[in-house]
């Protein structure tokens, strides 16, 4: 039977890995059931993993300190109020030098951890390599919403990420508004849109990576949702189940992964499909980063 994930320190500020898990769905636009999707993913990853990750051909270090860390209560917050909950718990995190890999939640936590990283390090030298059916370059929520709920949206993240500095590539996109597209091709951004031709190489994503140190952040209605349906906003096509996991696979083996979120899973009733799934690519994450022992993410500056 699967021996699953081994939470094995009570202690986040001596952990090597922290799984921070941000429930929240307030901004959510279509279907509602992100605040539900952390619980759901650390319920596969304590339970249904197999301890051999195949993807990364490795077993778990048996020195390895995983922390589980939860923001209770945050659905309750304002968006500006979750960002800024987000932003301080990461950097304690971050300031221990734990690898962070927070589990949403609707995509605006994200924006929690990009303030957080660029509070810490030089954004210019980080690229968040996001895989998203969307693009999420909205300056805020207004032109859909009769109740916007302003820049920290969760179809603003990326936008939140390019304003801080940190360079942008966009994998699997492909449902957004004429204006994005507008933007990401006015700013120089790295764009791999899905249904246009044949899906890229896996190399070739990588090699549009202008720096080493990279923040992936997986919404999940990026990959196919054969594999991924219970999301909120889920699009026919994206990437498919092993042309993922050969992504992670040359993502982690070629350059430094400082930082990860797994987002927008929305459990629904009689099916785990997409809460395994999102598990397994937790997994393989960590595997993967063990494997290829990554060095540490030095700080830069502390803004307090």
Same mark, same amino acid.
């Given at each position: 039977m699967p021996t699953g994930l081994k939470i094995n320190c009570s202690d986040p500020s001596a952990a090597n890995i922290v799984l921070l898990c941000a429930p929240y769905d307030r901004t959510a636009s279509y279907r509602k059931g992100t605040v539900k999707g952390p619980a759901a993913i650390v319920e596969s990853l304590k339970y249904q993993m197999e301890t051999y990750d195949r993807v990364a051909e490795s077993m778990p270090s048996p020195s390895r300190k995983v922390a589980l860390r939860e923001l209770a209560n945050l659905n309750r917050c304002s968006p500006a109020a979750m960002v800024a909950r987000v932003k301080r718990e990461y950097e304690k995190h971050i300031d221990h030098?734990?690898?962070?890999?927070?589990?949403?939640?609707?995509?605006?936590?994200?924006?929690?951890?990009? $303030?957080? +990283?660029?509070?810490?390090?030089?954004?210019?030298?980080?690229?968040?390599? $996001?895989?998203?059916?969307?693009?999420?370059?909205?300056?805020?929520?207004?032109? /859909?919403?009769?109740?916007?709920?302003?820049? /920290?949206?969760?179809?603003?993240?990326?936008?939140?990420?390019? *304003? #801080?500095?940190?360079?942008c590539v966009h994998v699997g996109v492909r449902a957004y508004a004429k204006e994005e597209m507008d933007f990401a091709l006015r700013n120089g951004l790295a764009v791999f849109e899905w249904g246009k031709g044949p899906a890229?190489?896996?190399?070739?994503?990588? *090699?549009?990576?202008?720096?080493?140190?990279?923040?992936?952040?997986?919404?999940?209605?990026?990959?196919?949702?054969? =594999?991924?349906?219970?999301?909120?906003?889920?699009?026919?096509?994206?990437? *498919?189940?092993?042309?993922?996991?050969? +992504?992670?696979?040359? #993502?982690?083996?070629?350059k430094n992964v400082i930082g990860a979120d797994v987002v927008e899973?929305?459990?629904?009733?009689?099916?785990?499909?997409?809460?395994?799934?999102?598990?397994?690519? =937790? /997994?393989?994450?960590?595997? #993967?980063?063990?494997?290829?022992?990554?060095?540490?993410?030095?700080?830069?500056?502390?803004?307090?």
């Open positions: 030098g734990a690898f962070v890999l927070m589990l949403g939640g609707e995509h605006s936590v994200s924006t929690g951890a990009f $303030q957080a +990283l660029a509070s810490r390090h030089d954004a210019r030298e980080i690229t968040v390599c $996001q895989i998203d059916a969307h693009f999420d370059l909205r300056h805020d929520d207004s032109d /859909y919403s009769d109740a916007p709920h302003g820049i /920290y949206a969760h179809c603003t993240v990326m936008r939140r990420a390019h *304003e #801080l500095g940190f360079k890229p190489e896996p190399a070739a994503i990588v *090699e549009a990576i202008a720096t080493d140190r990279v923040y992936l952040s997986v919404d999940v209605d990026g990959l196919d949702p054969a =594999c991924m349906p219970a999301t909120g906003t889920p699009v026919q096509g994206g990437l *498919e189940w092993y042309y993922a996991l050969d +992504l992670l696979r040359e #993502l982690f083996r070629r899973v929305a459990p629904r009733p009689f099916d785990v499909l997409t809460e395994y799934g999102a598990a397994q690519l =937790c /997994y393989t994450m960590l595997a #993967l980063r063990e494997t290829h022992g990554v060095p540490p993410l030095p700080r830069m500056r502390n803004d307090g």
